[in-house]
Structures are given as structure tokens and as C-alpha cells.
């Protein structure tokens, strides 16, 4: 070892320049060793709480490892050979964890604290020396400055040996200070290399004793145990290999599908379309109304479940009932200028949802798998072959005639089928339901626009005075209006019509209701005119709610059946006499959806049939005025007055969507 550096204390008491100097050197030396033991010292602290950190993570991934069993994984099968592995694994990390805690102890004892012991006591004192040793000079000095100011000719022995009494203490104080601070000195140059190597020793000492421990501990009984794994791990990973090959294959083939299977709507004029789906899933847009005139759409996954439409967002668990779907009915409509967009409305007549499928396949799809659910198809034993049994009886019912101009051929469809246009079509007669066939005859077209549009009207009779085009002025209708006892107004929308052969039971009207709705449902006929239903003691006429031009009227003497829909109570339909032209009769059957429940306008139907009966007998009359309320007019007035719903009805336009 080299000779070490030292400060002579025999010069300690001369102090002279060239001892500060040597001094300051040395002072110079033992605050450089300060700021590199406390740097040290943090290293051998995080050291020290790395391993103490080791110790706690240990601890903690053994008790992860065995609450790998208590997990509940949804798809946990076959875990019992990961279990019971994990579960040795545990143990072995607690056996670690013993000697990473002994470690820990040891790092502490051996390599943090002589550090901390060499910089608090060692540092510290050779700080403390060096401000004592710095009092004691200045006041040395302070001493010395008073005795040179002595006075020469007054000189004053008693003042004089006071002042030499006090430089002396003074420089004794100094001598000893100075001595003291010398030895902390020179002992600090062996002190240091002392505390440099300890602490690394004990550090060393504990890392080799902590790896003979652990080979001890686990060289002989976990070689068979970590073949054993490694083999486990390789097959695992070979399974891997060969299914991640697998998946590789697939989706080649996935890839190289046609592109139309990426395109939305790809085949718009001939799409496939399944009409007997009795179930139905897929991505459709729900229009959402967020304000009194914004909306918007949120794209949802829609499935049904038995007679329930099924909504289940992105993410979600499960889906929830958004939609009841017995006995509802479905129509096409026109909304916000989108495509493909079809309404839900409930049993009651309440307007449901509204939804957008993506494409026009989808679209008629979902409209047929709500029609076919709704009648509850799904409840039978063989619900596909009810499906199909359904759609090939409302195909053979239906023969769409789109303009009144047409309105002639319907009660003569076997004389006019080579001269149908594009928008008529006729089933196979030979086709059928029986009981159907009593009421509606096979292949009987139907008639989806009562009258011309009122605008029509309009421009033929722009020139001079307005005339009604059924013969009607309008100074007769205001009489009949003023002379009839009834008078109530209803807002419907016509449906369809077409001609039946019996009216001896309401089962016609229901035949027509149906073999109409699936009409427009299969030819997606959805767009209807809004009138207003005039209900007197003498006829029915509709008019327009805007121009007020009667569209058509019917004695009330030739309705001969009416009936609202047993389930849909908004549906309503009667039965008219009508004469040809060669003094025969015909029968048709005219449906009708309304604002209000159907069963109103068959009691507003069946009074004005009293009021003529009653009216051919005045006692009778009389009798039904006192049973029937009277307005102050002194005509019959209708309970639950639809006058009220009608105003607010009328503003949603004239035309609604089905």
C-alpha cells in the first residue's frame, strides 16, 4: 500500500501559509469524497430496494400463480395440466423468496450500512473539526488585532496583561482545534479506502452465498421437472404452428371470394331473395328522433328470437328486446331520402320503428321475415313449410293495378288478362286455400289507387268553375251535409280494393285485409294517399283533406259488411254493391288504414244504417235520438269525438308511407 499524505501537527501551532495551503488541499479531498460517497450510497440504496422489491414481487407472482385456478375463463378447458404446473412453480418462487429475503438482509448489514456509518460518523466529524477549527482562528485573529492596538507611550500593564491572557487562551484554542482537526484528516485517507471496499465485500459475499444456496436448493430435484415443462411447452407450440397454418389456408380462401361479397347492394335488378325466413339477423340502421325535427342513425345489430326483435350494440353481452313482433305489421317507406327503409307498427297501430337495411336483398328479406313472424308462423310444427305455403297463396292473390283509369278491370279479371300492363301480374289460378276461394276468387287483381290525385283534378277543371268529377256539385253535398242527421270525419288512407263474391260474413273483409298487405308488402307498393273518411246518415265519401274535392262516395244503403282487423284494430274494411254497365252487380271489398281505432268507424257506419231504418218510421227516429247524444245543432254525436285527434292528425301531410 502507498505511503498516505499527512498534515505535520508540529506545524499546526506556527499555522503558517504554506500549512493553509497544504490544508486547503486536504479540505479540498474530503468534500470530493462527500459528494462521491453520497452518490455511492444512493447506488448501493437502490441496490438494496431492488433486491427488497425482488423479495415483495416474488411473494406477489406466487399468489398470482395460484389464483390461475380461481379465475373463471370462459373458455377454460383442459387447464388442469397449466394448474397443477403453476402450482409446483409456486412453490419453488416461495423457496426463492426465502433466499431473496436473506439476501436482502444481508446487502443491508453488509454493504448499506458501513456506508452510512462512514459518512455519518467519519464525514460528519471531519465537517464538524473543520467549523471549529474555523471559530478558533478568527478568533485568534480577533485577539491578535486587539493586542497590536496597544497603546506604546500609555501603556497599561494591567490592560496589557489582560489582552495577553486572552491572545493567549485564544491560541490555545486554536492549537488544540487545529490538532484535532489535523488527526480527522489523516485518518480520513485510511478511513476512506476502508469504506470504499467493505460495503462491495459484503455485497459480493451475499450474491455468492445466495447462488449456493439456490444450486443447492434446485440442481438435483428440478432438472426432471423443467424437461418435463419444456417438452409440454414445444407441443403446445407445435399445435400452434399447425393451426396457425390451418387459419393461414383459410383465409386465403376467404380472400378470394367475388368482390360483390364487399359491395353493399351489388346485384340490385335480380337479387336472391328468400321470402319464408322465418328468422332473420343482420346490421340494419334505427332512426332515432332527437329533437322535434332531427333524427339520427345509429347502425345496430338486429336479430329476431321467436316472435321478438333482438338489438345487440357493438360490444355487448347480450341483445335486448326492442321490438314485439306478433301480430305487428311491416311496410316500406320513404324517410329522410334513404334507401331501403322499412317501419314497424305495432298491433295497436302505433308507429314502431324505423329501420335501413344496406341493400335491397336484405331489405325485402326483413320485410318478408317480419310478415312471416308476425302471423306467427314460428309457433307451428313446420315453420318453413307454413312460410312457404303462406307467400305462394299471397303471390296467387295478388294482381297490383296502380291507376283508376283501370279501375273496370277489376271485377272482370278472367276477360281482361291479356291486356294487363307490366304492374299486373296473375297467379296460377289452379293455386289456393280453399275457404279463401269461397270469398275471393283465384287471381282477382287488386287495386291500390282509389282515384286519380287530387292535383289531376285540379288541372282538368283550372278553366271555370270547379266540378266534381263523379257528378257530385258542390251545392248538393253541402245540402246533404245540412240535411243529414250523422255527420263524422275520419282520417284514413286507402289501402287497396278488389272484387269478392260473397259478403255474407266479415271472414271476406279479413281475406281482403290480408292478401292486400301481403300485395304490397311482395310488390313493395308502400306510398298511400291521406283522405278524410265522411261518415253520414246517407253515404260515405272521401275527400280531400287539401282541395276538399270529394274523391269518391258510396250509399250508405250499398255497404252490405264492414269490419275492423281483429288484431290490427287501425285496419277497417266494408264491402259495397256496386252496378255495371250492363245493370249487373258486383261486390268489392275496399281496406282502409285509420288514424283511430277501426271499431269507431263501424259504429259511426252502423248508426247512419239506423238513422235510415229509424227515419222510415217516426217513432223509431225519435226512440234512437233520445238513446243516441244529440249536438247543439240537433245532430247525432259520436263518443270519444274524433275532431280533436283529426287536427292534429292533418298536420302530418297527405301523404303517408306504409
Keep these: 500500500m502507498p505511503a498516505v499524505d499527512k498534515l505535520l501537527l508540529e506545524e499546526a501551532l506556527q499555522d503558517s501559509p504554506q500549512t493553509r495551503s497544504l490544508l486547503s488541499v486536504f479540505e479540498e479531498d474530503a468534500g470530493t469524497l462527500t459528494e462521491y460517497t453520497n452518490q455511492l450510497l444512493q447506488a448501493m440504496q437502490r441496490v438494496y430496494g431492488a433486491q427488497n422489491e425482488m423479495c415483495l414481487a416474488t411473494q406477489q407472482l406466487s399468489k398470482q400463480l395460484l389464483a390461475y385456478e380461481k379465475q373463471h375463463f370462459a373458455l377454460g378447458k383442459g387447464d388442469e395440466e397449466v394448474i397443477s404446473t403453476l402450482h409446483y412453480f409456486s412453490k419453488v418462487v416461495d423457496e426463492l423468496n426465502i433466499l431473496h429475503s436473506e439476501l436482502a438482509k444481508q446487502l443491508a448489514d453488509t454493504m448499506v450500512l458501513p456506508i452510512i456509518q462512514f459518512r455519518e460518523k467519519d464525514l460528519t466529524e471531519v465537517s464538524t473539526l473543520k467549523d471549529l477549527f474555523g471559530l478558533a482562528s478568527n478568533e485568534h485573529d480577533v485577539s ?12 497599561n500593564e ?9 491572545v493567549a487562551n485564544a491560541r490555545r484554542k486554536q492549537h488544540l482545534s487545529s490538532l484535532q482537526y489535523y488527526c480527522a484528516l489523516n485518518a480520513l485517507q485510511y478511513r476512506k479506502r476502508v469504506a470504499m471496499m467493505e460495503p462491495m465485500l459484503g455485497y459480493t459475499r451475499g450474491q455468492i452465498n445466495f447462488f449456493k444456496k439456490g ?22 407450440q407445435g399445435e400452434l404452428d399447425a393451426e396457425a397454418e390451418k387459419m393461414r389456408v383459410s383465409q386465403q380462401d376467404l380472400i378470394a371470394v367475388n ?16 321470402r319464408n325466413l322465418i328468422q332473420k339477423a343482420g346490421y340494419l340502421n334505427l332512426r332515432n328522433k332527437t329533437g322535434l325535427v332531427t333524427t339520427t342513425w345509429e347502425r345496430l345489430y338486429f336479430f329476431t328470437q321467436g316472435g321478438n326483435l333482438m338489438c345487440q350494440p357493438r360490444g355487448a ?27 314497424i307498427t305495432t298491433p295497436t297501430g302505433k308507429a314502431g320503428i324505423t329501420l335501413q337495411a344496406e341493400s335491397k336483398k336484405e331489405y325485402e328479406e326483413w320485410i318478408c321475415a317480419i310478415n312471416n313472424i308476425s302471423r ?19 303471390l296467387q292473390a295478388v294482381t297490383p293495378i296502380t291507376s283508376f283509369g283501370k279501375k273496370h278491370e277489376v271485377h272482370h279479371p278472367s276477360q281482361n288478362v291479356k291486356n294487363m300492363e307490366n304492374d299486373k301480374i296473375i297467379p296460377n289460378e289452379s293455386a289456393g286455400i280453399q275457404d279463401s276461394t269461397q270469398l275471393i276468387a283465384p287471381g282477382t287483381p287488386i287495386q291500390f289507387d282509389i282515384v286519380l290525385p287530387a292535383t289531376e283534378f285540379l288541372d282538368q277543371n283550372r278553366g271555370g268553375r270547379r266540378a266534381n268529377p263523379f257528378g257530385e256539385s258542390e251545392d248538393s253535398s253541402k245540402d246533404e251535409e245540412e240535411d243529414s242527421l250523422l255527420q263524422q270525419m275520419f282520417v ?10 260473397s259478403d255474407d260474413t266479415s271472414e271476406v273483409i279479413y281475406e281482403a285485409m290480408r292478401q292486400v298487405l301481403a300485395a304490397r308488402a311482395i310488390h313493395n307498393i308502400f306510398r298511400m294517399t291521406e283522405s278524410h273518411l265522411m261518415v253520414t246518415s246517407k253515404n260515405l265519401r272521401l275527400i280531400d283533406p287539401q282541395t276538399q274535392v270529394t274523391r269518391t ?16 284494430r287501425r285496419l277497417i274494411g266494408f264491402v259495397v254493391h256496386l252496378s255495371e254497365t250492363l245493370g249487373e252487380e258486383a261486390m268489392s271489398a275496399y281496406v282502409f288504414e285509420s288514424n283511430t281505432e277501426g271499431e269507431k268507424i263501424c259504429y259511426a257506419i252502423s248508426l247512419g244504417k239506423e238513422i235510415i231504418e229509424a227515419q222510415k218510421d217516426p217513432e223509431a227516429l225519435a226512440q234512437l235520438m233520445k238513446s243516441v247524444p244529440l249536438t247543439s245543432d240537433g245532430k247525432f254525436m259520436l263518443l270519444n269525438d274524433q275532431s280533436e285527434e283529426d287536427g292534429t292528425l292533418r298536420e302530418e301531410g297527405e301523404e303517408s308511407e306504409a
Design 376 to 394: 306467427q308462423i314460428y309457433l307451428t310444427d313446420n315453420p318453413e313449410a307454413a312460410a312457404i305455403k303462406l307467400n305462394q297463396t299471397a
Design 259 to 274: 368482390e360483390s361479397v364487399y359491395t353493399p347492394d351489388s346485384d340490385v335488378t335480380s337479387p336472391a331473395i328468400n
Design 158 to 166: 494591567k490592560l496589557k496583561v489582560e489582552v495577553a491572557k486572552e
Design 215 to 236: 444450486a443447492e436448493m434446485f440442481s438435483k430435484r428440478m432438472d426432471s421437472f423443467l424437461s418435463s415443462v419444456s417438452d409440454m411447452v414445444q407441443s403446445i
Design 144 to 155: 491578535m488585532a486587539k493586542y497590536s492596538r496597544l497603546p506604546k507611550r500609555k501603556e
Design 492 to 501: 284514413v288512407r286507402f289501402l287497396g280494393s278488389m272484387a269478392v263474391q
Design 317 to 343: 353481452v347480450a341483445g335486448g328486446l326492442i321490438q314485439d313482433l306478433d301480430n305487428c305489421s311491416v311496410m316500406a317507406v320513404d324517410c329522410e331520402d334513404r334507401r331501403y327503409c322499412f317501419q
Design 553 to 568: 262516395s258510396f250509399e250508405l244503403a250499398t255497404v252490405t259488411q264492414f269490419a275492423a282487423h281483429q288484431d290490427n
